[in-house]
């Protein structure tokens, strides 16, 4: 059983930057789906960034703001979040499929930002960026 452990959140001012990482255990993660996600008060849960063997896809609100990444020697994924906004605070989680999972749009596959498709999920960080 894959276990995930999220780190790196905390409060920050508008246009700074926090770098949150996740450490993967109990499993095998290369390879397959990793992804981050957020759920801010009152509102659904949505993805932000995704990755397969080094290919990411985001979110249209974190394009050109977040960078996510792997260290598979560390089992870690990493996510750069720059330029920060109010609208960014959330509850952030870290996730992990049981393989590779996909979407694919005009004849183009990008890993997958629905939460349905992951198995494994971190217990979650908090993100607030004050104004």
């Known amino acids: 059983q894959v276990q995930l452990m999220e780190s790196g959140g905390g409060s920050v001012q508008a246009g700074e930057s926090l770098r949150p990482s996740c450490v993967a255990s109990g499993g095998p993660t290369g390879g397959n789906s990793m992804a981050w996600f957020r759920q801010a008060p009152g509102k659904e849960r949505e993805g932000v960034a995704s990755i397969i063997e080094g290919s990411p896809s985001y979110a249209d609100a974190v394009k050109g703001r977040f960078t996510t990444a792997t260290d598979n020697a560390k089992n870690t994924l990493y996510l750069e979040m720059s330029s920060l906004k109010p609208e960014d605070t959330a509850q952030y989680y870290c996730?992990?499929?049981?393989?590779?999972?996909?979407?694919?749009?005009?004849?183009?596959?990008?890993?997958?930002?629905?939460?349905?498709?992951?198995?494994?999920w971190g217990q979650g960080i908090q993100v607030t960026v004050s104004s």
């Open positions: 996730a992990a499929a049981n393989g590779r999972r996909t979407f694919c749009r005009g004849g183009y596959c990008f890993p997958s930002l629905k939460g349905a498709d992951f198995d494994h």
